[in-house]
């Protein structure tokens, strides 16, 4: 983000390097995009929504001062918890949809 001159850019380097896993492998909700911003995550959504979220998931937000988004701030660690959360939902979600599968098929006496 070439607006801020004072060493923020290595410090997203850092924090994204920290986290330890793809943002791009994180499902998010619908009408949600995060973009890394001085070693946070700007999470754009209506501040609303984000205070109901942050409530929600535990997650530490505040409005930025700033930046000029007008969003919340997300912090990375937090971001990983809930794709961590996330991604056991999908395996959850897959297990069962297996079973159901395998129930199909073996329950029809034909």
């Not at 004072?6 to 793809?22: A, H, K, R």
């Not at 969003?71 to 959850?92: F, H, K, N, S, V």
Request: glycine share 8%; aromatic share 12%.
């Amino acid at each position: 983000n070439r607006q801020h001159s004072n060493g923020y850019n290595s410090e997203i380097q850092m924090c994204i390097s920290d986290v330890g896993f793809d943002l791009s492998d994180v499902v998010l909700p619908d009408g949600v995009t995060v973009n890394a911003y001085c070693g946070h995550l700007d999470n754009m959504v209506p501040i609303e929504a984000a205070r109901e979220m942050g409530a929600k998931c535990g997650w530490d937000m505040h409005e930025f001062k700033f930046s000029g988004h007008g969003g919340p701030r997300m912090y990375m660690y937090a971001m990983e918890d809930y794709a961590l959360e996330i991604q056991a939902l999908e395996r959850t979600k897959a297990d069962k949809e297996q079973q159901f599968s395998e129930k199909s098929v073996y329950s029809y006496p034909f």
